[in-house]
């Protein structure tokens, strides 16, 4: 009946086990009930989605076919007032609890909720799904979701330029026509391992707008970018971009682009009220926290002595603490636990820096190559409660939202800039009714890397990973709201964006955003944030982030 494995029935005993107690308890004759009901819920949720995916194959097979009769007009796949869904909005990443921490350094800290069943929402239900139901997920849920991420956009996009009806890339028309869909990779070239370039641009459009087909796209030799930010120049492609076209498809088998239209961008961050009791200091750092020959975290003891040297208001912390990498670990070359060197190296370390700064708090952001996580698939949850035995050490999610004092920052351990360099091709264009920058203009490349998230409104918007690297995020499309930088439309952008990489460490300002890239505490780097609480403008004048080296 459930035509399992021994080894998956394991897993599934797993992950009931843990979602029930926290716990890996041995399976005996009077878990077989309990065992029995988890599995018949799921094969019925399973034979829910198999019969949700077979109508909407049907209905598109009779769409595909009408087409083909010549009963529906080819290019009008979605009109103005056809609204589309958007997905429920994320739970796991929004700013909701308050928490106050009263001294001269006083501090507001809104963030995820840490309630017990937040955090058994958060945790144990994504464990259920990536330790039993990985090897059930099917590539209904999968397109559901890239489909699901295409739509949003197009409505964004329909309202921003006042679209009236969007094609179907793949329909023959003599007309300009606009589309949305997903830049993927020719299969050909793709195969190869080459990089994304002009020539084997793909574009995927959603069930809805145009079958799921995919069209290979041309630019036309007069192609003008609209909408853009003036000075930049050109658009950015890589596979999973959300983009947007006018242009039509002659027949030719391939959709000629006139026009590349900007994504709309997210909403500015409003002037944050001045208040000199506003004003704090942030020290953060990513892992891995210790050499790579070795568990003695000497670079980790001397960042500490600088931070309880200074007391910033907020340490933010982004994993990995104990690193999967590490030859150590790898090895199995220690007498700890994983728990137990995390203990001895960062909870009674933070609890010692907390007894001599106690206004300060602490923020704990895991790494998928955390071997203290359960969770080694992104979105990942926050350590588990274990982990933390101070209220003012804090445990976030991967990728997480939170604010300080009204500041709003966006953190993910995941390495999106380099990642992101990998695939990116630039396709440089004259620019028609360019939007007039807020400040300063950065077109350098590491802007233009930032820039990309911040128009894509994610904190991972590759699809799919690389090859090479897909280990070092372990995507999870089926959780993407979580990734997603913005929930709505009317969410701002973030006033700062954390993101450790491997590329060049800097801290610059992309738009209204202070973007920082700490680099590792391993490579002897890491960054100090000051905000000036007091004065007038937009957060990003008032704050002053630099890297620093450890000595």
Request: glycine share 6%.
């Amino acid at each position: 009946m459930y035509n399992l494995t021994v080894e998956s029935l394991s897993y599934k005993w797993q992950a009931l086990s843990y979602s029930n107690t926290r716990t890996l308890a041995i399976f005996t004759l009077q878990s077989v009930p309990d065992l029995k009901a988890r599995l018949q819920q799921e094969l019925g949720k399973l034979n829910a989605t198999k019969q949700e995916a077979a109508s909407r194959s049907a209905a598109i097979f009779e769409r595909g076919r009408g087409r083909a009769r010549g009963i529906a007009k080819a290019p009008m796949a979605r009109t103005l007032d056809a609204g589309l869904k958007i997905g429920p909005l994320r739970s796991g990443i929004i700013k909701s609890e308050v928490s106050e921490f009263s001294g001269p350094s006083r501090v507001v800290f809104e963030g995820p909720r840490s309630d017990e069943q937040s955090l058994k929402n958060r945790a144990c239900e994504r464990i259920v799904d990536h330790t039993a139901r990985l090897l059930i997920v099917h590539a209904a849920q999968i397109g559901t979701s890239l489909d699901d991420r295409i739509d949003e956009f197009a409505d964004l996009v329909q309202r921003h330029y006042h679209v009236d009806e969007f094609a179907d890339p793949s329909a023959a028309t003599e007309e300009t026509t606009t589309v949305v869909g997903r830049i993927v990779h020719d299969a050909e070239v793709s195969a190869s391992g080459a990089k994304l370039n002009e020539s084997s641009l793909v574009l995927e459009s959603s069930r809805m707008m145009g079958s799921g087909v995919r069209v290979p796209i041309r630019f036309a030799p007069e192609t003008k970018l609209r909408g853009g930010i003036k000075g930049i120049g050109g658009m950015s492609f890589f596979p999973g971009a959300i983009v947007a076209l006018r242009g039509r498809n002659g027949g030719g088998g391939f959709f000629l682009v006139e026009e590349l239209l900007s994504l709309p961008p997210i909403k500015m961050p409003s002037s944050p009220p001045s208040d000199a009791n506003a004003t704090f200091s942030m020290c953060i750092a990513c892992g891995p926290f210790s050499l790579d020959s070795d568990l003695e975290y000497k670079p980790w003891a001397s960042l500490l002595d600088k931070v309880k040297e200074s007391k910033p208001a907020v340490v933010l912390l982004i994993g990995p603490f104990v690193d999967a990498t590490n030859s150590r670990i790898k090895d199995g070359d220690t007498d700890e636990t994983p728990r137990q060197l995390f203990e001895r190296q960062f909870t009674e370390r933070l609890q010692d820096f907390l007894v001599q700064s106690p206004d300060s708090t602490v923020l704990l952001v895991p790494s998928i190559n955390d071997v203290i996580s359960d969770h080694a698939v992104f979105p990942q949850c926050e350590l588990g409660p274990e982990f933390s035995k101070d209220p003012r050490i804090r445990l976030l999610p991967n990728p997480c939202r939170f604010s300080v004092n009204g500041i709003s920052f966006a953190v993910t351990s995941v390495d999106t800039l380099f990642h992101l360099r990998k695939e990116e091709f630039f396709k440089r264009t004259p620019e028609v009714d360019p939007l007039t920058p807020t400040s300063e203009l950065a077109t350098d490349g590491m802007s233009i890397l930032a820039r990309n998230m911040l128009q894509q409104r994610s904190f991972y918007p590759i699809f799919p990973t690389p090859f090479d690297v897909a280990h070092e995020v372990n995507l999870d499309v089926t959780h993407s709201e979580e990734i997603k930088l913005v929930e709505s439309e009317d969410e701002c952008a973030p006033d700062v964006l954390v993101f450790p990489s491997r590329l060049k460490q800097f801290s610059k300002v992309v738009d209204s955003t202070a973007i920082i890239n700490p680099s590792f505490l391993s490579k002897g780097n890491y960054a100090l944030l000051s905000y000036v609480g007091q004065g007038s403008g937009l957060a990003k004048d008032r704050i002053t982030a630099d890297i620093s080296r450890i000595s």
